[in-house]
């Protein structure tokens, strides 16, 4: 009976969205234009320090591969 229930919810949820999104279109697109920048600003910064962090490693790595050459000689 859960499973029903879970179901019912769902469909009752999917067309009081597809209404409110039909009914607040203009209010909609602007809560859409209000977060679109920080969005876009957060998606940089997480793409800067990955980009960063991946360049730490890769030195890190780079050094470790020149001590152990080191230590083989």
């Given at each position: 009976m859960g499973?029903?229930?879970t179901v019912l919810g769902g469909l009752i949820s999917?067309?009081?969205?597809a209404?409110?999104?039909i009914t607040w279109w203009?209010?909609?697109v602007i809560l859409l234009k209000g977060c679109v920048p920080p969005i876009l600003i957060l998606g940089g910064l997480a793409a800067l320090f990955?980009?960063?962090s991946e360049i730490k490693d890769?030195?890190?790595a780079k050094k470790e591969e020149a001590k152990n050459k080191e230590e083989k000689k």
């Open positions: 499973k029903f229930i999917i067309i009081l969205g209404w409110g999104l203009d209010s909609f990955a980009g960063i890769y030195s890190q």
